[in-house]
C-alpha cells in the first residue's frame, strides 16, 4: 500500500441550489503520509473538500466545478480503491448483516481474489482493535465499533488516502477514544496519508502533525499543529473551532423551579425489537420549563427511550402519559402529534421531507394549516436564528453535518410544540452554532417548553439540564 498524494489548484465546487461556493480557488498540496487535521466553521467547506476527494461530488445536476483536484495525479473518481472515507453516523456505514462480510465489501467490488479478501478482513479487523468472531452481527455492535467496522472496510481496500469526516461526532466518550487510537494503529501499520475533519481539535492534536483551516471555503491558515493554533488560536475559536484553551462561555440560562407536569411514564419498558425488552420499569417526568437529559454509552437504549416518550414506537409495557391530552402518545393522530410533541431524530436526514430547506421549513406549519404570510414570518424567524437564511433553495441532503442539524431542529420548532425531544441536539456543531442552539433551547425553556435531551454531549448537559437519567447498556431479556 503505497501513500497517496493530493494535489489542488484553484479548485472550487459549488452545490446546485446553493449561491456561494462551498469552496473556491483552493491551492493545496498534501504530501504522500502526511497527517492533516481540517478545521473550519461549520459550512466552510470541510465535508465538500472531503467529498472531492473521494469522488463523491455528482455531475452538472448537482453542482459545477473549477480548478483542478487530484489523487496521485488522476481524478478522484478515476483513483478506484485510492481513497477510503468514513462518515460521522455510525449506522449509516454499516452494509451487511456479519461484520465479515461487511469488512469485505469493498473488496468484492474492486474485484480483489478471494483467498486475498478474506486475509485482509482478517488482518484489517485486527488492526483496528475488532477482536470478534466474523459472523458476529454488525447490528449487535455498539456506535465506536461500527466505526472501527468501517475504518476496517476501508482499510482492506488498501487505500493511500484515509478521509475521515467527523468519525467521533455521534459517539460516547469511550467510543471517541476507541476509533482514535484504531486510526493511530492503522497509521502506523500502513503510512497511508489522512485527512480528518473535527471540530473538537483535543482529540487528534497527537495524532496529526499539520493543520489546514478553511473559512468561507478558502484556505486561512496551514501549517504545523502547534504553529497554527497558538497563532491562530483566538480568530479559530471565534469562528468556531473548538480550540484547547479557548472553549467559549455557554450563555447563561435563568433557571426557573419549572411549571407543571407535561408527561410522565407508568411502569415502561422499551424494546427496539418486540421480542427483546432492553429496559423495565422506567421512571421519567417531563416539566414544563425544565430539561431532562438522557445519558449513557452508546447502545444503552437512549434514543429508543427518546422514540417511545416521543409516541414514534409502541412500549414494551407501561405507558406514556402526557398530562392533559387523552390516550398514549403512540395512539395519536399525526397533526396532533406534530402539534404536541416535537421530535429532533439523531440521523437528521431521517426527517427531511422535501428537496429545498425553505420547503422543508414550512411542511410542520402548512399541515397545521397557517397562512402563507404566517409560515413565511415563522421560517425566516427561524432560519435567521439558526444561520439557515442564506440557504434557503437548497437541497436540504446537501448541507454539511452541523447545517442538517439546525434545519432538523428548525422543522420541529416550527410547530411551536410545547413538548421537545432531541436526540443529540448538539452533534456535530462548532462552537459558534453550539453556543447559539444552547441559547435557542434555553429560550425555549424560558418560554415553558418541557424538554428531552439525549446526549453524550457533558458541556450541553451542564449548560442546560435540570436532571439527568443515566442508561447503562442491558443484558437484554425476553419478553
Known amino acids: 500500500m503505497a501513500a497517496a498524494a493530493v494535489r489542488a489548484r484553484g479548485w472550487g465546487w459549488r452545490h446546485a441550489g446553493r ?65 477510503g472515507l468514513v462518515l460521522q453516523d455510525p449506522d449509516s456505514q454499516v452494509i451487511l448483516a456479519r461484520i465479515g462480510d461487511d469488512v469485505a465489501f ?10 486475498e479478501i478474506w486475509r485482509r478482513v482478517g488482518e484489517s479487523l485486527q488492526a483496528v482493535g475488532l477482536d470478534l468472531p466474523l459472523d458476529h452481527p454488525t447490528s449487535e455492535l455498539s456506535g465506536g465499533q461500527k466505526q472501527r467496522l468501517a475504518l476496517a472496510g476501508v482499510l482492506a481496500m488498501r487505500p493511500g488516502l484515509i478521509l ?17 487510537d484504531a486510526v493511530r494503529r ?136 402526557a398530562d392533559g391530552h387523552p390516550g398514549q402518545p403512540i395512539h395519536w393522530k399525526s397533526r396532533e402529534l406534530v402539534t404536541r410533541i416535537g421530535t429532533v431524530f439523531q440521523d437528521p436526514e431521517h426527517q427531511f421531507l422535501t428537496g429545498r430547506v425553505s420547503d422543508e421549513l414550512a411542511v410542520g406549519p402548512l399541515l397545521l394549516g397557517m397562512s402563507p404570510v404566517a409560515v413565511a414570518t415563522r421560517i425566516d424567524e427561524l432560519a435567521t436564528r ?12 446537501t448541507l454539511s453535518g452541523g447545517e442538517k442539524r439546525r434545519l432538523s431542529v428548525a422543522t420541529v420548532l416550527a410547530t411551536r410544540p410545547p413538548i421537545l425531544l432531541l436526540d443529540e441536539p448538539t452533534f456535530g456543531q462548532d462552537s459558534r452554532t453550539w453556543c447559539e442552539l444552547v441559547a435557542l433551547i434555553a429560550d425555549l425553556l424560558d418560554d415553558g417548553i418541557a424538554a428531552m435531551a439525549i446526549t453524550h454531549d457533558a458541556q450541553f448537559v451542564a449548560a442546560l439540564a435540570d436532571s439527568e437519567y443515566g442508561m447503562l447498556v442491558p443484558e437484554a431479556v425476553t419478553a
Open 186 to 321: 492503522v497509521l502506523e501499520l500502513t503510512g497511508a496519508t489522512l485527512v480528518v475533519i473535527e471540530h473538537r481539535v483535543s482529540v487528534w492534536t497527537d495524532v496529526v502533525e499539520r493543520v489546514v483551516v478553511l473559512d468561507d471555503g478558502a484556505l486561512r491558515a496551514d501549517g504545523p499543529v502547534r504553529v497554527v493554533l497558538t497563532r491562530e488560536g483566538a480568530p479559530l475559536a471565534a469562528s468556531g473551532v473548538w480550540v484547547p484553551g479557548f472553549e467559549p462561555a455557554p450563555p447563561v440560562r435563568a433557571r426557573q423551579l419549572g411549571g407543571g407536569r407535561a408527561l410522565h411514564t407508568i411502569d415502561l419498558a422499551i424494546a427496539r425489537l418486540p421480542s427483546t425488552v432492553l429496559h423495565a420499569d422506567i421512571a421519567v417526568e417531563l416539566t414544563e420549563g425544565r430539561l431532562l437529559a438522557v445519558t449513557g454509552p452508546n447502545g444503552a437504549g437512549k434514543s429508543t427511550l427518546g422514540l417511545t416518550v416521543a409516541g414514534l414506537l409502541a412500549p414494551a409495557s407501561g405507558s406514556v402519559v
Open 19 to 83: 449561491s456561494p461556493w462551498a469552496v473556491s480557488g483552493l491551492d493545496l498540496d498534501v504530501e504522500p503520509g502526511e497527517r492533516l487535521l481540517l478545521l473550519g466553521a461549520s459550512g466552510s467547506g470541510k465535508s465538500t473538500l472531503l467529498h472531492g476527494l473521494a469522488g463523491l461530488l455528482g455531475g452538472a445536476d448537482e453542482g459545477e466545478g473549477s480548478g483542478e483536484l487530484l489523487v496521485d495525479g488522476t481524478r478522484p473518481n478515476a483513483a478506484r480503491g485510492r481513497v
Open 386 to 397: 439558526l444561520r439557515l437564511d442564506h440557504l434557503m433553495s437548497a437541497n436540504p441532503f
Open 106 to 115: 469493498g473488496c468484492e467490488n474492486l474485484g480483489v481474489p478471494r483467498d
Open 164 to 180: 475521515l469526516d467527523e468519525p467521533t461526532a455521534n459517539l460516547d466518550p469511550d467510543g471517541v477514544v476507541e476509533v482514535r
